[in-house]
Structure formats: C-alpha cells, structure tokens
C-alpha cells in the first residue's frame, strides 16, 4: 500500500529558511500536497503540485519534487513564528480520490 | 462562509454507549470523508463518500458506520466504542477536482 514519510519534529530561528522533507512510495501519485495544521485547528492547503511538475513556487513557499526518488520538500523563506505548525504531506492517485498522509513534521520557530 | 462543521468539538464517553459526531459542510461538495488524527500516525482515513448513498471503507474502518442520505451530512457513528478508538477525529470535503480537502475543527472523543 501506499506510504508517506516525514521527520518528526525541525526547530528553526526566525528569518531562515525551513525545509521540510517527505518520501512517499506509491509511484502511481498523482498530486502531491502540503497541509499545515495550527494548534486546535483542523488542517489547511497550503499548496499543491502535479507530478509532472518539478518545482512550484507560492511567494514564501518553494516545493520541490524528484519523482525518481518519490522526494517532496516544502521550502519556507523568511521563516515567521507564524509558521509554527504541524506540516504534512499527503498523496494520492486522482483529483477526489482518497489522500494518504504523512505524520507530520512538527516546525518550531525561535524567535 | 464556507465551512465544514463538527459536533460535538469534544466528547468523553464510556465503553459501549453509542455515539454519533455530525458533520456538515455548506460547499456543495460531492466527496466528504472522516479521518482520525493520533500521534505519530498523521491523518488515517476511515469512510469516505463519493456522493449521496455512495460510501466507502477507507484504511481504518472498523467499529464505524457512516451513512450519506443527504449531500451536506456525513455522520460518523461508533455503535460501541471502544477504548483505542479515543482520538481526534476530522471531516473534510472536497469538490473532488484538485483533490484540496476543507477540514472542519475536529472532534476530539474520549472513550473511558
């Protein structure tokens, strides 16, 4: 079955960037996601990226996807304790169809 | 606004007394669907519904029901609940396009 996979936690000081980094295993997805999740929220589309793309870029937002290696990054420039949340990224096959989701990488920003 | 709503946002219940947690959006969706949320494991899907009288088991279905006799409800009924189904729960929908889920603000359910 399918599998999504993403570190756990990444702490980074205010004004740099963040990476965060997910490998699924299913070779058939289609679109790729990056959710965030603020405390006592439910989750909110940050972006989204076909698999025929590479890179999209959403002003502070770059992701990167290497399909041969079924790696998705999310970068975020100029990093804001705003940013502080739980990300995840999530697969699937078709537009509707069920999404298979990572984790979570937990994002803490230092002032 | 659009919306997904939940109901009950927090519930503490004992083992075996059913419940239901209402979900209802106002986006004129065609796909709605309940996750639960626990640490570590992200988001697992449970039922997910394609359109009115049309349901479907996602990865973790077992000990719940769900039912679609309207397009803007998708209840999520536990007949017994047990213990390990203690969790957060969310509903989303989705126009079914882009794939891009609207989440309500979750459901976090006690089961003693």
């Known amino acids: 079955g399918e599998d999504v996979e993403q570190s756990l936690f990444l702490s980074v000081r205010e004004g740099d960037s963040s990476v965060i980094n997910c490998t699924y295993t299913d070779s058939s997805s289609t679109y790729l996601y990056w959710y965030k999740q603020e405390p006592g929220a439910g989750l909110q589309l940050l972006t989204y990226?076909?698999?025929?793309?590479d890179m999209k870029q959403d002003q502070r937002l770059t992701v990167l996807l290497n399909k041969k290696d079924k790696h998705l990054s999310l970068r975020i420039a100029d990093t804001q304790t705003g940013d502080s949340a739980i990300y995840f990224c999530a697969e699937s096959i078709a537009a509707g169809n069920k999404l298979t989701f990572g984790g979570g990488t937990r994002v803490l920003v230092k002032p | 606004e659009a919306q997904v709503t939940q109901n009950p946002r927090y519930l503490i219940t004992v083992t075996g007394k059913k419940l239901t947690v209402t979900c209802s959006q106002n986006?004129?969706?065609?796909?709605m669907s309940w996750y639960r949320q626990d640490p570590g494991l992200g988001l697992r899907q449970i039922y997910y519904s394609m359109n009115v009288e049309v349901t479907d088991k996602g990865d973790v279905p077992e000990g719940y029901k769900v039912s679609r006799k309207e397009k803007r409800n998708f209840p999520l009924i536990l007949e017994s609940p047990s213990p390990n189904q203690t969790s957060l729960y969310f509903c989303?929908?989705?126009?079914?396009?882009?794939?891009?889920?609207?989440f309500g603000e979750g459901s976090r359910l006690t089961v003693l």
């Open positions: 986006m004129n969706h065609e796909y």
């Open positions: 990226i076909f698999s025929n793309m």
């Open positions: 989303a929908s989705s126009l079914g396009t882009t794939g891009e889920l609207f």
